[in-house]
């Protein structure tokens, strides 16, 4: 079913398609306005928009106020965030009873969104089972500050996994859409829980419990690269210098500690497939080089790029994974 079809039979509420887009805001104004009007130009149009805003001190409220005025209080909601990160702020605005949909979309305050990104989406997911845990996600196009466009995101080509997911995020949460079936996985990680990256614990927690990763290789949306954001987009010679330096640090073994906590907690929920690759990678992390190399082939990780797999791999031999 497209969504052209999809749109021809909301008036049917059981057959209806909605989707919730979920924005987390902080001190963005600067950019706000053209996001939203990015959303307000969707070829799909049954959505709502809600926003958990982290306190903001600049006109990012006004600015959200205005359009709700406009747009009235059905189509745009406005909660406070929790103020502990943005990957928090998102884990909490996906937990609130009040966002209710069929599919949700998560988005950044800075970006541009293309015309069709929803319905494009729905489009993808639309074709898996509503039981299944399923979470699309594509590649982007990168834009400076004023929107000029300077590249792209890394194209990647191997099929999506958990054995990827273990060790590397597939797509940015800006571009993400996940069904209901996702979202209840993701409504069972425990309030605590520490957060890596929302849209890297997403394809972890999906794919460990049998779920579908689609991976888009046409953008989005325009990813806007400036000086306020809080991650990039990591193209560069020099970002990939500053990731790798930074997983030789021990950062890489930290945030694998952190995602494997949340696996644990969640292994009710997860595949017996799974759970054999997480074995095997944790035993390998805990071993002699040796043993480190052979039970981190076992589990059949690997990462996207050529150069990926080799700076996991190096890692792996100095023990820092």
């Excluded at 959200?64 to 406009?70: C, E, G, I, K, P």
């Excluded at 000029?148 to 590397?168: D, E, H, T, W």
């Excluded at 969640?266 to 071993?287: A, D, W, Y």
């Excluded at 990462?303 to 023990?319: K, P, V």
């Amino acid at each position: 079913m497209t969504a052209q079809s999809l749109r021809e039979t909301e008036a049917s509420s059981d057959c209806s398609v909605d989707v919730a887009i979920m924005m987390c805001t902080y001190n963005g104004a600067a950019y706000l306005e053209e996001q939203l009007e990015s959303f307000n130009g969707q070829s799909f149009g049954n959505w709502t928009l809600y926003v958990s805003d982290d306190a903001s001190t600049d006109a990012t409220r006004d600015i959200l106020a205005d359009y709700q005025q406009r747009w009235g209080e059905e189509r745009l909601r406005i909660f406070d965030g929790p103020r502990q990160g943005f990957g928090k702020n998102f884990i909490s605005l996906l937990k609130r009873p009040e966002v209710q949909a069929r599919y949700y979309a998560f988005s950044d305050q800075d970006d541009v969104w293309f015309t069709d990104k929803l319905e494009r989406g729905i489009d993808r997911l639309e074709l898996l089972t509503k039981e299944t845990p399923a979470i699309y996600g594509s590649r982007t196009r990168l834009t400076d500050a004023v929107g000029n466009i300077i590249g792209f995101s890394p194209l990647f080509s191997r099929p999506p996994s958990f054995q990827n997911a273990l060790v590397q995020s597939l797509a940015g949460a800006n571009t993400m859409l996940i069904n209901q079936a996702a979202r209840e996985v993701l409504l069972q990680l425990p309030d605590d829980a520490a957060v890596v990256a929302h849209d890297w614990l997403a394809y972890i927690l999906v794919t460990a419990c049998g779920g579908e990763a689609v991976y888009d290789p046409e953008p989005t949306l325009d990813y806007r690269q400036h000086g306020g954001n809080l991650i990039g987009a990591n193209t560069s010679f020099k970002d990939r210098v500053t990731r790798f330096r930074k997983m030789l640090s021990g950062r890489f073994v930290e945030w694998n500690d952190t995602n494997l906590r949340i696996l644990k907690v969640m292994t009710p929920l997860l595949t017996h497939e799974s759970r054999i690759t997480i074995g095997h990678f944790e035993v390998g992390r805990r071993s002699g080089l040796r043993g480190r190399l052979c039970e981190l082939r076992k589990s059949g990780i690997y990462r996207q790029t050529i150069e990926g797999n080799l700076s996991l791999f190096l890692a792996a031999c100095l023990g820092r994974i």
